[in-house]
């Protein structure tokens, strides 16, 4: 509510701050052209008036706002929409197959994976690196219920990786099929 209440009351500025500099604009404009009216009724007789018949200015042109008088505003929307669209970083995370899970006490401190909680967004891609001297897993499923067709590295050998990219948003959790005391999950928003 609070949120709602603020960008409303943002919005309400932003068109306050450009009908004033509209307004602004046009005032000076019609100052502008008054000046160049009195200018006129004295056959531009006073220094003021003698800008009016400068080379390259006609009588009865009234001569331009300069460009670097326009407002702040307008120069930042122009360049707002000739900037490139933000290129997108492709993302990833990287989960540690420790030395020695292949054998039983990584599940007591939940270690198996590091980290064994994962939490990531949509179109992430999430690494699996095994610094083991064994052969490990990541397959989605529960050592319970077995494979859920997610994903499955397959053997990941020492010192090799897996990749798998989450595309899709959900609680995926994973196991190690040898080593079924090795889970972890990766929760994806
Ligand atoms: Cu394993």
């Known amino acids: ?12 500025l932003i068109h306050l701050s450009i009908g004033e500099n509209v307004l602004f604009g046009d005032q000076m404009q019609r100052d502008k052209t008054a000046f160049f009216e009195e200018c006129k009724a004295i056959f531009y007789a006073t220094d003021e008036c003698q800008k009016f018949v400068k080379a390259g200015n006609t009588l009865y042109e009234v001569p331009k706002l300069d460009p670097n008088e326009a407002s702040e505003d307008a120069i930042v929307t122009e360049s707002d929409m000739t ?7 492709p993302i990833s995370e990287t989960v540690i197959i420790p030395e020695g899970v292949g054998i039983p006490g990584c599940e007591e401190t939940s270690e ?7 939490t990531i967004g949509t179109g992430t891609t999430v690494i699996w690196e095994n610094n ?3 052969a490990h897993l990541a397959t989605s499923g529960t050592p319970e219920d077995g494979p859920d067709g997610s994903f499955d590295s397959g053997m990941i050998m020492a010192g090799a990786i897996f990749e798998h990219e989450f595309s899709d948003s959900g609680v995926f959790e994973y196991y190690c099929i040898v080593h079924p005391w090795m889970v972890g999950t ?4």
Do not use: F, H, K, N
């Not at 509510?1 to 309400?12: C, F, H, K, N, P």
């Not at 990766?186 to 928003?189: C, D, N």
């Open 186 to 189: 990766v929760t994806v928003e």
């Open 83 to 89: 900037s490139p669209p933000p290129v997108m970083q």
């Open 1 to 12: 509510m609070i949120l709602v209440a603020a960008s409303l009351t943002a919005i309400g």
């Open 112 to 118: 198996c994976y590091l980290p064994a909680l994962l």
């Open 132 to 134: 083991d001297t064994a």
